[in-house]
């Protein structure tokens, strides 16, 4: 671990090196290599579909959530994470999700929800930005 930091900075290099050489390791445990065609993934190409795959709330999502005692499960987020796979599809960049008796605001190209409001603030609520919705 204190290779990764350096001058009190986080070193990202080693911790992707780092990350890097576990599935190496891993993968050499496990006899198992995953490829695309024929081809060997590259640790880039890994990490990508990863990223794309989780998705992030920003601080004011968070705190909101926080503040409005809202609570998402794994289950929750897999839901949302799905939502914003299909709204990405279809060309929807700020996205509002329906869950729960909660709106969840969400940046779809990047994954981020934006901003969350429970049922009680839904009402009289008028939600702008938005390219599309959808309900959960």
Known sequence: MTDKI????????????????KIKSHQSKSGEIKRTGSQ?????????????????????AAMRTEERNIQVTGED???????????????IKEALFI????AFIVNTPNRTVIT??????MKNNIFTNIDGAMFL
């Open 6 to 21: 350096i001058d009190k900075r986080y070193n990202l290099t080693a911790s992707i090196v780092s990350q890097a050489q």
């Open 40 to 60: 060997e993934q590259s640790f880039g190409e890994i990490l990508n579909q990863r990223i794309k795959k989780e998705l992030s709330f920003s601080k004011h």
């Open 77 to 91: 987020l897999n839901k949302l994470g799905e939502a914003c796979s299909k709204a990405g599809e279809k060309g």
């Open 99 to 102: 869950m729960n008796d909660s």
């Open 116 to 121: 969350v409001v429970d049922k009680n603030d």
